[in-house]
């Protein structure tokens, strides 16, 4: 059974730094590309970042390009984001998903995890 176990949200001052992690089981995680996406109050999903199977090649949304890094531990089955710079707009409930192109990411699978809350605010 496919898990997704997100964490390392929390309230951030503008301007701020947090490293998101997500721990996967009940897939070949070291298979699969991997993305994170997100969804702000009262808004739609929107896809950040993604990384292929060996993290050899990353995308970003052009919102994040520049502030986020996305990377990779296959031998601990963990996706992380790193993210400086944080603006009011970023705050959101972060997921991790599989998935290399928004499509996948946002629609290709059915499993969602309870996601991790950044909160950006003085």
């Known amino acids: 059974e496919e898990q997704l176990v997100e964490s390392g949200g929390g309230l951030v001052l503008p301007g701020g730094s947090l490293r998101l992690s997500c721990v996967a089981s009940?897939?070949?995680?070291?298979?699969?590309?991997m993305s994170w996406v997100r969804q702000a109050p009262g808004k739609g999903l929107e896809w950040v970042s993604a990384?292929?199977?060996?993290?050899?090649?990353?995308n970003y949304a052009d919102s994040v390009k520049g502030r986020f890094t996305i990377s990779r531990d296959n031998a601990k089955n963990t996706l992380y984001l790193q993210m400086h710079s944080l603006k009011p707009e970023d705050t959101a409930v972060y997921h991790c998903?599989?998935?290399?192109?928004?499509?996948?990411?946002?629609?290709?699978?059915?499993?969602w995890g309870q996601g991790t809350q950044v909160t950006v605010s003085s």
């Open positions: 990384i292929d199977s060996g993290g050899d090649s990353t």
């Open positions: 009940g897939f070949t995680f070291s298979s699969e590309a």
């Open positions: 998903r599989r998935g290399w192109t928004e499509y996948q990411a946002l629609w290709g699978y059915q499993y």
